[in-house]
């Protein structure tokens, strides 16, 4: 399977790429510093320099021939201002819809953010930008006929993956690891009969095969393929 990844430097994207590679898949993907390229090479993976915001659909399109999922983690995480996360969060989503398009690749995995994230903190209207441009990236995405599923960490840590999560269409907002995140990524990339849907992610008990594996049992008889 191709599995392209827009962010595959990032700290999901980069823990993907490896566990991707490391069953088999042929994994590509858009990362933003020429450093990064040379640190995803020590690990075997060949991806293309370029950043997200300077491309147009038909120039992401040109990269993503012969991709069967395109998975979106790229995120301006809060650096640079609002602009930033309109372009990268935001626009970068209607370039990645419309290039998945142009090039007929009809999976697309999006790692979104729950929508009540810190809603117990007071939170800044960088913050909140954020959450609003996460949100409609959601709306736009699932507006489209693509075979699409939007993931919903929870608050992202770098402690070492448990392998045991929960994932459910709505959760209460707690945390998750960044390795069980790019963990149950390789697994919806590998479960195609689980599109159209959103599902929240949070650490929880089941373990992370299990936990996708019912989620697309509890697709309806007759569903979408
Ligand atoms: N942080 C949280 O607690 C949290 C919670 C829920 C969901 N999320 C979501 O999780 C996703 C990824 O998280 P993460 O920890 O992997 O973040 P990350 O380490 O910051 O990875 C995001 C990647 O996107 C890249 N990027 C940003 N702008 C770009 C551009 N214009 N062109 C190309 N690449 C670009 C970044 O490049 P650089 O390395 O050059 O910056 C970075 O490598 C984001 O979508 C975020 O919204 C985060």
Redesign the pocket.
Known sequence: MKVFIV?I?????SRLARLLTATGDQVDG????SE?GRHLETHGIHATH????RLDAPALAALLHGTDVLVF?????GKNGTGATT???GT?LTTAVEAARLTGTRRLLL???FPE?WRHRDVSDTFEHYIDV?KRADAELAATDLDWTILR????TDEPGTGHISLSPALVHTDIT?DDVAATLAELVHAPRIPHQILELTQGPEPITDAVHRQTHDLPTGGRP
């Open positions: 962010g430097a990032g700290g999901i994207g858009l990362y933003r510093r990064q370029g950043d997200l915001t983690t790229a995120g301006a995480g372009a990268t969060d970068g790692v979104s953010v994230a996460k960490p929870a608050a992202l960044r």
